[in-house]
């Protein structure tokens, strides 16, 4: 049986193939780089993860273990063991290597398409099948940015022009939400980690925001909690005096919800110890006079944007988000 360390080193598959090729799935295996530092994929010049033969054999002995009833951190120690004794497990890659996807390298754009128009027709099978392509295809940021944003965007426009009923729009958003979700709850909990609240200010009713902004948080490693949108603000100082959190994050998209949040940080400064408020959404970016008047940490005009800024806070440090 070959070694792990047989396997080719070169970087030339992308996360899908590797996901079909070891059975583990995109979502666990960024959980699983970024919480043991067990792979480090070479990046390709659009961004996106390249895997070798080597790190596929490796995630398939992995898999192997966890399949048998072994902890993940377990079975990463033993290897790392090993390793450390110049002993490289045996692993068989069944699954051949796949003729290069094409599917990947289509335009962000041609999924914002198919997936704006699965979603104005109800189809939920063919919206599912374009939202799991996208998810093997793309980095969490570019799926967000640059996938399910402009098509929430477009799905707006298409209500707010009398083009779609609004029950389809509730259909559309209701639908990403549900998948967003289920991204949120599949990626593990850190507890170790500096510990930030998500949700929406009094009011507010848009939740897709702060909730990708809790999604890209927890991949940048932090413990988060997505708290939900129109959240009371004496009630949540109360829940803050309890639990501690490290900082605060609450959104806006619509103009009367950033009213509560100007006597926000004040609310915050009994609490000992105080933790850091930081804001956005789309109500500041559309008003940004609303910033000077807010007390607090804008967090910038994008999401992205905002995940660097709380590392910025927090660790005091700039980091790549794409770094996971
Ligand atoms: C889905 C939706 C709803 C759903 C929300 C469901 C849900 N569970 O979230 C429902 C049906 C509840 C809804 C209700 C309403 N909606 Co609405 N809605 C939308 C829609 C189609 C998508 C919103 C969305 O999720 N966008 C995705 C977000 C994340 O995109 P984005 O805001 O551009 O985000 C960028 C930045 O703003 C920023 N950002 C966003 N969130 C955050 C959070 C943080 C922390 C940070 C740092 C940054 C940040 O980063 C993003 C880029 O990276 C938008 C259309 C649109 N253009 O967005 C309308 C839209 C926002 N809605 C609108 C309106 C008018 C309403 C209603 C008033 C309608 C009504 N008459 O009842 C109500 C208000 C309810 C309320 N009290 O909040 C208008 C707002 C116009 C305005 N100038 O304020 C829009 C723009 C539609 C339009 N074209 O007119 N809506």
């Given at each position: 049986m070959p070694k792990i360390v047989d396997y080719p080193e070169d970087a030339k598959y992308n996360i899908k193939s590797v996901s079909q090729r070891t059975g583990v799935q995109p979502v666990t295996l960024r959980a699983w780089e970024r919480r043991y530092n067990i792979l480090e994929p070479s990046r390709a010049q659009n961004g996106y993860r390249l895997y070798s033969e080597r790190d596929i054999a490796l995630l398939v002995w992995l898999k192997n273990q966890v399949d048998a009833g072994i902890s993940i951190s377990s079975a990463i120690a033993d290897f790392r063991a090993n390793t450390r004794k110049g002993i490289s497990p045996e692993a068989v890659i069944n699954t051949p290597s796949p003729t290069p996807s094409k599917r990947s390298s289509l335009p962000t754009s041609d999924f914002v398409k198919r997936l704006y128009h699965a979603l104005v027709s109800r189809d939920e099978t063919a919206a599912t099948e374009v939202l799991e392509q996208a998810l093997a295809s793309f980095d969490l940021h570019a799926l967000v940015e640059a996938i399910l944003f402009p098509t929430l965007r477009d799905i707006g426009d298409a209500w707010y022009n009398g083009k779609i009923f609004v029950a389809v729009e509730h259909f559309a958003s209701g639908f990403i939400r549900s998948k967003l979700m289920a991204i949120y709850q599949s990626m593990p909990v850190h507890r170790r980690v500096s510990y930030i609240m998500v949700g929406g200010a009094p009011g507010e009713l848009h939740e897709i925001g702060s909730l990708v902004t809790a999604i890209l948080l927890r991949e940048a490693g932090y413990r988060v909690e997505y708290l939900g949108p129109d959240l009371p603000l004496d009630d949540l100082v109360q829940y803050i005096k309890e639990e501690k959190p490290k900082m605060v994050i609450l959104s806006a998209t619509i103009q009367e919800a950033t009213e509560d949040l100007v006597k926000f940080d004040e609310l915050i400064s009994g609490v000992k110890p105080k933790p850091i408020f930081g804001y956005g959404g789309a109500a500041f970016n559309r008003h940004p006079e609303l910033i000077s008047k807010t007390?607090?940490?804008?967090?910038?005009?994008t999401i992205s944007q905002s995940i660097k800024t709380v590392q910025a806070i927090l660790e005091g440090k700039k980091r790549d988000p794409l770094a996971g």
């Open positions: 007390p607090g940490s804008y967090l910038g005009e």
